[in-house]
């Protein structure tokens, strides 16, 4: 008698356009969150840097905002749950801070 159990593979759903967009931009994202590392690493002027951050943010916050659009159009709520107003506003105040 074989004592470990076989694990069903796990059924993953095929990937929604809009979350592929999303992917893709947090992969760029990483990049350039890999390309700060190394400026700092080779001792780059602290303004280039900066700018850098600025743009860091700025994508962070448009990849946000187009996770809150899916949230709030409902795609994002749990099956058979609509989502509220308040449901809307306390997901805006979580990605505002």
Same mark, same amino acid.
């Given at each position: 008698?074989?004592?470990? &159990? =076989?694990?069903?593979?796990?059924?993953?759903?095929?990937?929604?356009? !809009?979350?592929? +967009? #999303? #992917? +893709?931009?947090?992969?760029?994202? !990483?990049?350039?969150?890999?390309?700060?590392? +190394?400026?700092?690493? !080779?001792?780059?002027?602290?303004?280039?840097?900066?700018?850098?951050?600025? &743009?860091?943010? =700025?994508?962070?916050?448009? @990849?946000?905002?187009? #996770?809150? !659009?899916?949230?709030?159009?409902?795609?994002? &709520?749990?099956?058979?749950? @609509?989502?509220?107003? =308040?449901?809307?506003?306390? @997901?805006? +105040?979580? #990605?505002?801070?």
């Amino acid at each position: 008698m074989n004592m470990t &159990a =076989s694990i069903p593979p796990r059924i993953v759903p095929p990937i929604d356009p !809009e979350d592929e +967009k #999303l #992917l +893709k931009r947090l992969r760029r994202i !990483e990049g350039q969150v890999r390309g700060i590392q +190394k400026m700092i690493e !080779e001792g780059r002027d602290c303004h280039d840097i900066l700018i850098q951050f600025a &743009a860091v943010r =700025s994508a962070l916050d448009t @990849a946000g905002e187009g #996770l809150l !659009e899916q949230y709030a159009l409902g795609c994002r &709520a749990r099956p058979g749950e @609509a989502v509220t107003p =308040s449901d809307v506003v306390r @997901a805006v +105040k979580l #990605l505002r801070g």
